[in-house]
Antibody, heavy 117, light 110 residues
């Protein structure tokens, strides 16, 4: 079964850091671009970051550029999001997604990150 | 504020056909493919339409997508109660060098 499982979310204070993870299974992880997408409570979807198969092409949304770092480990079949200098507006459910031909075709269940001010 | 503009809400009765619009610009929908995602209450989003009008396996043919110029539409025919969900359009934006989502449309089945 193709699956993405996020972990590492939690409650942190403004200015602190947190690293969330996404474990992939059921497919050849190293062949796919991976993304993080977030959703603030009661709000819509917001794309956060993308990493290509060999980590040489990485892009971020303007809202997280300079604070968040995406990375991947093709041996551990995992993708990560290191979030530094967190702000209240970063509070959201963070989804890991697989990208296939620009489509986000597989989504994890999400991990909640809450930043208290 | 999303660069891809969707109506915040839409509604219909069972069996009806409803359409949801997504308006963009020459830097996104005008030059790139459009994707649609369905998010049922309390669940993760699911890919509904890819490359403007293609359905992944398992998506009923009641769902269809189209694109013209800088706008796109999602049509749902034979509306059913289980279609009640939030629907999002998405496209790559060349000017922002990133992926954009529309603000989402909440579909209510009356």
């Amino acid at each position: 079964e193709v699956q993405l499982v996020e972990s590492g979310g939690g409650l942190v204070k403004s200015g602190e850091s947190l690293r969330i993870s996404c474990a992939a299974s059921g497919f050849t992880f190293s062949s796919y671009v991976m993304n993080w997408v977030r959703q603030a409570p009661g709000k819509g979807l917001e794309w956060v970051s993308s990493i290509n198969i060999n980590s040489r092409y990485i892009v971020y949304s303007d809202s997280v550029k300079g604070r968040f770092t995406i990375s991947r480990d093709n041996v551990k079949n995992s993708v990560y999001l290191q979030m530094n200098n967190l702000r209240a507006e970063d509070t959201a459910v963070y989804y890991c997604t697989r990208e296939d031909g620009e489509a986000f075709d597989v989504w994890g269940q999400g991990t909640m990150v809450t930043v208290s001010s | 504020q999303s660069v891809l503009t969707q109506p915040p809400s839409a509604s219909g009765t069972p069996g009806q056909r409803v359409t949801i619009s997504c308006s963009g610009s020459s830097s996104n929908i005008g030059i790139k493919d459009v994707f649609w995602y369905q998010q049922l209450p309390g669940t993760a989003p699911k890919l509904l339409i890819y490359k403007n009008n293609q359905r992944p396996s398992g998506v009923p043919d009641r769902f269809s997508g189209s694109k013209s110029g800088t706008s796109a539409s999602l049509a749902i025919s034979g509306l059913r109660s289980e279609d009640e969900a939030d629907y999002y359009c998405a496209a790559w934006d060349g000017r922002l060098s990133g992926r954009l989502f529309g603000g989402g449309t909440k579909l209510t089945v009356l």
